[in-house]
C-alpha cells in the first residue's frame, strides 16, 4: 500500500518559526539572525551598532552560545535586555530554543531584535528561526576564500559585514576576492567594510539598518 | 548538515503518517533530496539504519531521487540544469544573475506501508 507523505523533513522547525514569527509582528520587531565564524568580532559588532543606534531605535539581543554567559554580560552592561541561551553542544540556533526564550523578553518594547547564533559557518544557516534577515559576518583574517568554502552562508544572508579591515595590512585578503565571491553567490547581497576596533564603517552599517527597520 | 537529526526527522514523520493510514509496518520511504541540500546521502542512510532499530520501520529502505541544481539565468534567458553541488555562475554565459530553482529539496514524497 503507497501513502502520499509530501512533506518537508525539516517542517517542525518551519512550524515553529512560522510561529515566532507571528509574534515578531505582533510586537512590531524586526529581528535579525547573526552569523559568522567564532571569533569574527559578531558581539563587537553588537556592541559598536547598539551604541551607533544611541536609543534612537530599541534592541534586545539573544546571545546564542554553547556555554558561558561572557558575551551576554558584555551586552548587559550596555542597559540593553538579553537573554542566553546554552546550547549545550548543539552548534546552531533553531526555531524551538528561540520559541522558549521569547516570553523573558520585553518584545513589545523592542525594536529590533538581534540573535547571535553560535559561532560556525555551516549549519546554523540552514535552520530558520522566524528571522526577517539573516546577516552575516566575516572578519578579514579569516582568509579570502571562505565565501567559495562555505557557500550557503552567503548565499542566504542579505548583508555581509567584513569586520576588522583595520588589520589588513597585515593579511594576505583580498578584499576585491572576497567581494567578487560572494555577489557571485549572491548579487543582491549588501557589503559593509568595518572595524569594530576602529569604528571605520559602522555608522554606514547602522544607517542601513534603521532605514531596513523603518521600512 | 545534521543528517542523524534529519533521519530522526524522516522516521518521526513516516511513522505518524503509517500510523494515520492505519498501518503497522514501513516497507520503504522514499525521499526528494537536493544536490544543493547540504545532506551527505550516504551519512543520511547510515543514520537512518540506526535511529529504525526497534521502530515500525526497522525494516524499511530508503530511496532517495536526487535532484540536480537548475535554474534561470536572467542575463541570458538561459533554462539550465547542472551537475554542480553549487554554482557561481550561469554555465552558458557566465554572469551572475540567476536564479535557483531546483536543488535545496528536502522532502519525504511517499512510502510503501502494510
Known sequence: MKVKVVTRILEANERIAAENRRLFDEAKVYVINLMSAPGAGKTSLLEKTIKELNGKIKPAVIEGDIA??????????????????NTGGACHLDANMINEVLESLPL???????????????????????????????????????????PLMFQESSALILNKIDLLPYTNASMEKIRKDARSLNPSLKIFEVSCKTGKGIAEWADWLTEKIRS | MHEASIALSVLEIAVDNCRKAGYNRIESIRLKIGRASGIMLDALLFAFNAVKADTIAAEASVIID????????????????????????????????????????????????F
Open chain 1, 68 to 85: 558561558g554567559t561572557a558575551d551576554a554580560e558584555r551586552i548587559s552592561s550596555l542597559g540593553v535586555p538579553v537573554i542566553q541561551i
Open chain 1, 108 to 150: 513589545k518594547e523592542t525594536d529590533l531584535l538581534f540573535v547571535e547564533n553560535v559561532g560556525n559557518l555551516v549549519c546554523p544557516a540552514e535552520f530558520n528561526i522566524g528571522e526577517d534577515m539573516k546577516a552575516m559576518v566575516l572578519s578579514i583574517t579569516e582568509g579570502d576564500d571562505k565565501p567559495l568554502k562555505y
Open chain 2, 66 to 113: 536526487e535532484i540536480p541544481v537548475s535554474g534561470l539565468c536572467s542575463s541570458c534567458g538561459k533554462d539550465f540544469v547542472t551537475e554542480e553541488k553549487y554554482i557561481l555562475c550561469c554555465p552558458e554565459c557566465s554572469s551572475a544573475s540567476f536564479n535557483i530553482k531546483t536543488g535545496r529539496e528536502l522532502e519525504i514524497i511517499d512510502m510503501e506501508v
